[in-house]
Nanobody
């Protein structure tokens, strides 16, 4: 069974930084587009960032552009999300996802594999 395992979430103050990791177990995702989504209570799951299998052409939601950086290490089967200048509105459960596609999609339905999520809470 394929597994994506997120880690690195926690409780921080506004302006702080966190780095999330997503590690794939039991298979390699070196040929997959990988993405981060988040879901706040009472809201729909929304796209945060994604990166192509080669590591190039990252894409970001406007709300995180300039503050978040997505990267991946295919040798380690791991994707990262460096989050700087965190805001209370960044509070959500963050999910990593993987899928095969020609490019990058911001739609959850484009991704086949999902992790269980890691909670990020930013206090004001």
């Amino acid at each position: 069974q394929v597994q994506l395992i997120e880690s690195g979430g926690g409780l921080v103050q506004a302006g702080d930084s966190l780095k999330l990791s997503c590690t794939a177990a039991r298979r390699t995702f070196s040929s997959h587009t990988m993405a981060w989504f988040r879901q706040a209570p009472g809201k729909e799951r929304e796209f945060v960032a994604a990166i192509y299998w080669s590591g190039g052409s990252p894409r970001y939601a406007d709300s995180v552009k300039g503050r978040f950086t997505v990267s991946r290490d295919n040798a380690q089967n791991t994707m990262y999300l460096q989050m700087n200048s965190l805001k209370p509105e960044d509070t959500a459960v963050y999910y990593c996802a993987a899928g095969i596609m020609a490019g990058i999609s911001t739609l959850p339905r484009a991704y086949i594999y999902w992790g269980q999520g890691t909670q990020v809470t930013v206090s004001s």
